[in-house]
């Protein structure tokens, strides 16, 4: 299995315009999650989804950021308009809770900078 | 709020060493006790991970300590290498519905000197 994908690994957009982040989970798994991480405030989950529905949102820090998983295999947060500080590294993990094991796996992040 | 509590935020040691990492947790609703290591560039990987019904867990060099009473628990790298120097999380989750929702801690940035 080839992990967690998230594309794209770099985004650099300016204030204002829209950002669209997206996130293919590993087959099968039924949570996924979008973190954000920052030096400041270190891994702030901002949403989670099980079996596709969002179950907790109260993360997601405006109205700006929405996400949406319209099937098992895709998601993606959207910030619009974006703004500098939602410069971070965003994260999305997905995990299947089997039995003991609850590990959540993490892709590779997207490095958003908003200038 | 802050429910997983960190400590240090930096930590330096000589290669072969003890690294010693704390975290303290608020929720007695958690039941699942995961430590993760980020290296630049790449997201958390669990490293190792422990449920509060056992008071240590080893694997190889790295041993998870629990203490329920106190709420605590640490993580502790045995012969420490600089292949090691990452950061490490702790986090802690319980029960939500079906998903497990992971809460971090702030992190640790460790540094193991050759």
């Known amino acids: 299995d080839a992990g967690v994908i998230q594309s794209p690994r770099h985004e650099v957009t300016e204030m204002g315009q829209e950002v669209t982040l997206r996130c293919k989970p590993i087959s099968g798994h039924n949570s996924l999650f979008w973190y954000r991480q920052t030096m400041m405030r270190g891994l702030e989950l901002l949403i989670y989804?099980?079996?596709?529905?969002?179950?907790?949102d109260s993360g997601m820090p405006e109205d700006r950021f929405s996400a949406k998983m319209p099937n098992a295999s895709f998601s993606t947060l959207k910030i619009q308009p974006s703004e500098p500080r939602d410069s971070a590294v965003y994260f999305c993990a997905s995990s299947l809770k089997t039995g003991e094991n609850t590990e959540a796996f993490f892709g590779q992040g997207t490095r958003l900078t908003v200038v | 709020q802050q429910q997983v509590k960190q400590s240090p935020q930096s930590l330096i040691v000589q290669k072969g060493g003890i690294s010693i990492i704390n975290c303290a947790y608020e929720?007695?609703?958690?039941?699942?006790f995961p430590w993760y290591q980020q290296f630049p560039g790449k997201g958390p990987a669990l490293l190792i991970a422990?449920?509060?019904?056992?008071s240590e867990k080893k694997e190889g060099r790295f041993t998870i300590s629990f203490n329920k009473s106190a709420k605590q628990f640490s993580l502790h790298i045995m012969d420490s290498q600089p292949g090691d120097s990452a950061t490490y999380f702790c986090?802690?989750?319980?029960?939500?519905?079906?998903?497990?929702?992971?809460?971090f801690g702030s992190g640790t940035q460790l540094t193991v000197l050759p």
């Open positions: 986090a802690a989750s319980g029960e939500s519905g079906s998903a497990r929702q992971l809460t």
């Open positions: 989804f099980n079996n596709n529905v969002p179950i907790d």
């Open positions: 422990i449920r509060p019904d056992v």
């Open positions: 929720n007695t609703a958690f039941d699942y």
